[in-house]
């Protein structure tokens, strides 16, 4: 019997698979050795007896050369009422499901000033795929849902989700705000929830269903798909499909100004093959344009794959030299890079065009409209610790939350939340540090 | 059944190497020792064949895993992620992975068996005879290393 949980097996091979392999030189140590070896396995098949001894003597000299080099060396079905027009948004008061062991947050004689309870937090909880709401003050859990992957709304108020969908019941995309929920749509059996990304106006979501093979199988369907919230949209409709190619759709962004949906191809390696752009015509009509993003050189990891909020720029890590590189939504080749050297994480600032990221002991804020020949434009806040990892802003983007874990997991230990105020030269920096905040997922917003 | 002849041994080495050194980085977070393990278990397998090639990356793993062991099922001892790795690059790269961040939550120990039934594909029992541990030993560390990483937030994001 096989005790094995799949969406588990399924997370370990997405992830350990995007792990780099030596060159191919590398393989084995020397291939000499080898060669004597196999030489004398024939000879031993042979049978001569004179052979045999060589053999061994060779066995031998192998082993000993070993010693001193190592030495040296299917379509979803939408089932959302169209009359639903509002969506639900996150209330803390909605359902309060207090627990004693919901850790407290370490409370700084400079937190009041720090702490705004409009934000909180989605952190996950240790039941697999549940995850809960907790405010910013406080850390207590709010109330809590089962999920098996989520988007925040741009505004921070609403999130999108697969259910986990376990056994007959079939896997749906919801979106969720304290208590209340609206379910979009609801899987055919045999497919998967793929990815989900909000339009910049939050009135609809792009997402994409996986069917057929495993992640990486030929024999495998993936679609990209709409949904618009308004009553007289579009829900559930496919714009477009990926047949046996191994290639699985997850969509990016939706500018819904410029009616164009981007998404990434990715494959058994975890890298984003292709950069898709599907612009939505007057007509009805989809145009798709694919850009193979593999050409220069190892492409961008998918999984770092992240839209501004007004969905115009989109930023990726490379998978080899851990650059990063943006480029405007309908235009991929038009991105420019900058040194990922000794620089940790990437994120948007909600509500900018500003990429975050850790250098040293600082956070950098780089303007992308500001960059130059010389990288990004960037503005700073010292005394970071120098392990420390950016997980995530604030959900309108007036604060950066900061893992400070020792081990450098971003799941380990505390979190820094430091308040970056409207302006980034006129960062205050002032801090406060949560104990124990558990898996933080995202900032979100409450009303 | 034949072993697996000494000229095939390559192939079906290149064929495995890639899901095997994988398995190796994320169990010891170094890639030196990830890639010394398996020179030593392709140079066993020169002289010691498997029986045949299935589970051949199963093989390969035990055997590297017990040549860059070194202490992990001994002294147990710990390599910090980004302390302990012989190459910034991997380590880079495993931070960035959720599940990499999560296995760093565990003793290598516990990564080592793990990686073996979530990435490889071992069940329990071949685990267990793998490693020379009793089955119970790695039901128990299967349970534990679970509910460590769901602590933290093992579900997606």
């Known amino acids: 019997m096989d005790d094995r949980d799949k969406g588990l097996t399924h997370l370990f091979v997405r992830d350990l698979d995007e792990i780099p392999l030596p060159a191919r030189g590398e393989w084995r140590r020397m291939a000499r050795r080898e060669t004597i070896v196999m030489r004398s396995s024939r000879y031993l098949l042979a049978g001569g007896a004179v052979v045999a001894v060589l053999a061994i003597a060779l066995i031998v000299g192998y082993q000993l050369s070993q010693r001193q080099q190592s030495a040296a060396n299917p379509s979803a079905s939408p089932t959302g009422s169209p009359r639903e027009t509002s969506l639900p948004v996150v209330d803390p008061r909605a359902s ?94 045999g497919q998967r929830g793929g990815g989900i990304a909000w339009s910049s106006d939050g009135a609809a979501v792009a997402y994409s269903t996986d069917s057929g093979g495993s992640l990486g199988g030929a024999a495998n369907s993936s679609t990209l798909n709409i949904y618009e919230l ?29 009616n164009i949906v981007a998404a990434g191809l990715t494959g058994e390696g975890g890298g984003m093959g292709f950069y898709v752009t599907v612009r939505i015509e007057p007509d009805n009509s989809f145009n798709l344009q694919r850009m193979d993003t593999k050409s220069s050189g190892l492409g961008v990891l998918m ?6 909020s007004d969905a115009k720029f989109v930023l990726g890590v490379d998978f080899g030299s851990s650059d990063i590189r943006w480029w405007p939504l309908a235009d991929y ?14 994120l948007w600032r909600p509500g900018t065009h500003e990429i975050g990221f850790l250098s040293g002991e600082q956070l950098w804020l780089g303007d992308v409209d500001k960059a130059g020949a010389q990288g990004l434009c960037c503005t700073a806040v010292s005394g970071v610790p120098a392990t420390s990892s950016l997980r ?16 450098g997991s971003a799941e380990l230990g505390d979190f820094t939340l430091i308040r970056l105020g409207g302006d980034p030269k006129a960062t205050s920096g002032d801090r406060v540090t949560f104990k124990e905040l558990g898996g933080l997922a995202t900032s979100v917003r409450f009303r | 059944m034949p072993e697996i002849a000494p000229e095939r041994w390559g192939d079906v080495y290149d064929r495995a190497f890639p ?70 690059e991997v ?18 120990r516990q990564r080592a068996i793990v990686v073996a039934h979530y990435y490889l594909g071992l069940t329990q029992d ?24 769901r602590e933290e937030g093992i579900a997606r994001g």
């Open chain 1, 230 to 258: 308004a009553a007289n949209g579009r829900h559930g409709t496919t714009i477009a499909t990926e047949s046996n190619t191994g290639w699985f759709y997850r969509p990016i962004a939706w500018d819904r100004s410029a």
């Open chain 2, 19 to 88: 899901q095997v050194y994988r398995a190796l980085v994320a169990t010891t977070f170094d890639r030196d020792r990830a890639l010394d393990g398996l020179h030593d278990a392709f140079e066993e397998g020169l002289r010691n064949p498997p029986s045949d090639d299935r589970n051949l990356e199963g093989w390969l793993y035990r055997v590297a895993l017990r040549k860059t062991r070194r202490g992990i099922f001994r002294a147990q001892r710990e390599v910090a992620l980004d302390a302990g790795s012989s190459s910034d």
């Open chain 1, 96 to 189: 309060v499901t207090p627990s004693a062991a919901t850790p407290a947050a370490a409370v700084s004689p400079v937190s009041a000033a720090i702490y705004d309870d409009r934000f909180g937090f989605l952190v996950f909880e240790q039941q697999a795929g549940k995850a809960s709401f907790r405010n910013e003050s406080s850390n207590a859990r709010l109330s809590s849902f089962e999920q098996q992957g989520f988007a925040v709304s741009p505004d921070g108020f609403s999130i999108a989700y697969w259910t986990p969908g376990s056994g007959p019941s079939p896997q749906q995309l919801r979106i969720i705000g304290g208590a209340s929920e609206l379910t979009l749509v609801t899987l055919a059996s």
């Open chain 1, 303 to 308: 999984q770092s794959v992240r839209a501004s």
């Open chain 2, 126 to 149: 071949e685990i267990a005879e793998g490693l020379g541990i009793r089955r119970g030993t790695v039901s128990a560390t299967v349970s534990q290393s679970l509910a460590r990483m």
């Open chain 1, 333 to 346: 080749a038009a991105g420019k890079t900058q040194s990922g050297a000794g620089k940790r994480g990437a």
């Open chain 2, 91 to 108: 380590a880079a790269i495993i931070q960035r992975l959720e599940v990499g961040r999560l296995l760093a939550l565990l003793t290598e």
């Open chain 1, 392 to 407: 995530t802003f604030r959900a309108d983007g007036s604060a950066a939350l900061i893992a400070v874990g020792s081990t």
